[in-house]
């Protein structure tokens, strides 16, 4: 039960700032912003529980091939990769953003704080989701 709460809470957080980011690049079309955070909520969620519990059964010799896991990884570090290049170039967007937050920090210093958060909070719970669920999986066979 806990390590539902545990998915669910990522899912919400990762939700979040998928939301801040695909905001400011698909604020028109509210279909494709929905579309958007699906994709990346399953990449950096569904897809390292699922290396996980893929990962476990490989090394309990329940299976065989490394091909599909290798392929998952990829996947993951593209999408990363895909997502930091967004929020640089979002950057200033950003900064525009936080004008308001504060007058004693300059925009862009919050800017950049707020654009290398949310490049590794992904890549964090993601990492996170992964280890406990090949740590917690228990393999039938």
């Known amino acids: 039960m806990s390590y539902m709460i545990m998915l669910l809470l990522c899912a919400i957080m990762n939700g979040a700032v998928f939301y801040n980011l695909f905001s400011l690049l698909s604020y028109h079309c509210t279909a494709i912003l929905i579309i958007e955070i699906i994709l990346f909520l399953f990449v950096f969620n569904v897809i390292p529980v699922f ?24 996947i993951v ?12 170039i979002t950057i200033e967007q950003i900064s525009l953003r936080t004008r308001t937050m504060s007058a004693i920090v300059s925009d862009r210093s919050i800017a950049v ?29």
Do not use: Q
């Not at 519990?53 to 990829?74: A, E, H, W």
């Not at 490049?119 to 039938?140: D, M, Q, R, V």
């Open 77 to 88: 570090v593209m999408t990363s990769i895909i997502n930091i290049v967004l929020r640089i």
């Open 113 to 141: 704080i707020l654009t290398i958060v949310n490049c590794l909070f992904p890549i964090i719970t993601a990492a996170g989701s992964y280890i406990i669920t090949y740590i917690i999986y228990e393999c039938k066979k």
């Open 51 to 74: 290396m996980g519990v893929y990962m476990k059964k490989t090394n309990k010799s329940l299976l065989k091939g490394r091909v599909l896991p290798k392929l998952s990884f990829g």
